[in-house]
Nanobody
């Protein structure tokens, strides 16, 4: 299984970025997918998860109304649209397959989750 994230970069506060994650080696449409992030000195945590058919999504409170997770099963691709970014969003962002939707944490990995290598998002003026 390979998950390849892209779309990170440096953006000013209030700006937007769209992350993508292209999956290969798994039946993409058969698994819940999620985005996680890890800031310097902090543990990696869930941001948002989306169900297999894209109908259901869960978010952590700090990104609700600003971030939108979506997927295109025909393209084996997961997306994260991030708007109104602030410096607290600075982190390495990872996509993961085989995750659980959570109303509390947004997304929890299963023991057999697959991970990408991550893409860096830096929000700074």
């Amino acid at each position: 299984v390979q998950l390849a994230e892209s779309g990170g970069g440096l953006v000013q506060p209030g700006g937007s970025l769209r992350l993508s994650c292209i999956a290969s080696g798994l039946t993409f449409g058969g698994w819940n997918m999620g985005w996680f992030r890890q800031a310097p000195g902090k543990e990696r945590g869930g941001i948002a998860c989306i169900s297999t058919n894209g109908v259901t999504a869960k978010y952590i409170d700090s990104v609700k109304g600003r971030f939108t997770i979506s997927r295109d099963n025909a393209k084996d691709t997961l997306y994260l649209q991030m708007n109104n970014l602030n410096p607290e969003d600075t982190a390495m962002y990872y996509c993961a397959a085989k995750v659980l939707l959570s109303g509390r944490t947004g997304c929890d990995p299963t023991p057999f989750a697959d991970w990408g290598q991550g893409t860096q998002v830096t929000v700074s003026s």
